[in-house]
């Protein structure tokens, strides 16, 4: 089964307003990483979160990481029509396996 | 840099033909990493290589494998296809395997 579970499934939200989503995983992780994946596309590198960091930033993105919960979070703020995509949690553990979360389909309404 | 290609980019095939898909990996990365992702079972990790040498494999039988080259780029094969081998299949490479990873458009492969 995969390491990475993320909730909602599915976020519908207007324009302008903030989307956050949630990714939980099972084991011990080294790092844990976000992809966006447009429409049935190659998946682009969004951000990388260490498991000694707690929190990290880039843009409008705001990731933060409990590893005593084992979860992480991705907030987008100010959200953009060009932001519609599905959002997808990577984690690598220490037995070097990569696995990926069920992703949240994220839809951005203009 | 040129980003990660991945040829074809769709590809027809029926059951029990086999297949081999080809990804060129940003220049200077040498592990190569390749993603089976479907609907109902998402984005899961077939194999990594890295410097020609397969290092990492996921949970997929004995059909799927693959090899790198010297200049790196990488093939995978299918072999005795399925009608559930019918997915896209994602390419990705970087400098090291747990690092970022840049993603190719895919191939996307229809069993029938």
């Known amino acids: 089964s995969q390491q990475g579970e993320e909730d909602p499934q599915a976020l519908s939200i207007q324009e302008g307003e903030n989307a956050t989503m949630n990714c939980s995983y099972k084991t011990s992780i080294n790092n844990l990483q976000w992809y966006r994946q447009n429409s049935g596309r190659g998946l682009v590198h969004l951000i990388l979160?260490?498991?000694?960091?707690r929190e990290k930033h880039s843009g409008r993105l705001r990731v933060t990481l409990d590893t005593s919960k084992k979860s992480s979070s991705l907030l987008i703020t100010a959200s953009r029509a060009a932001d519609t995509a599905s959002y997808f949690c990577?984690?690598?553990?220490?037995?070097?396996?990569?696995?990926f979360g069920t992703g949240t389909s994220l839809t951005v309404i203009p | 840099k040129a980003g990660v290609t991945q040829t074809p980019r769709y590809l027809i095939k029926t059951r029990g033909q086999q297949v081999t898909l080809s990804c060129s990996p940003i220049?200077?990365?040498?592990?190569v990493s390749w993603y089976q992702q479907t609907p109902g079972q998402g984005l899961q990790f077939l194999f990594e290589y890295f410097s020609e040498t397969q290092r990492n494999k996921g949970n997929f039988p004995g059909r799927f494998s693959g090899r790198q080259f010297s200049n790196s780029r990488s093939e995978m094969n299918v072999s005795t296809l399925e009608l559930g081998d019918s997915a896209l299949y994602l390419c990705?490479?970087?400098?090291?395997?747990?690092?970022?990873?840049?993603f190719g458009p895919g191939t996307r492969l229809l069993v029938l």
């Open positions: 979160i260490r498991s000694n960091e």
């Open positions: 990705a490479s970087s400098l090291k395997f747990q690092e970022t990873q840049y």
């Open positions: 990577a984690t690598t553990n220490t037995g070097n396996q990569f696995y």
């Open positions: 220049s200077g990365h040498r592990s």
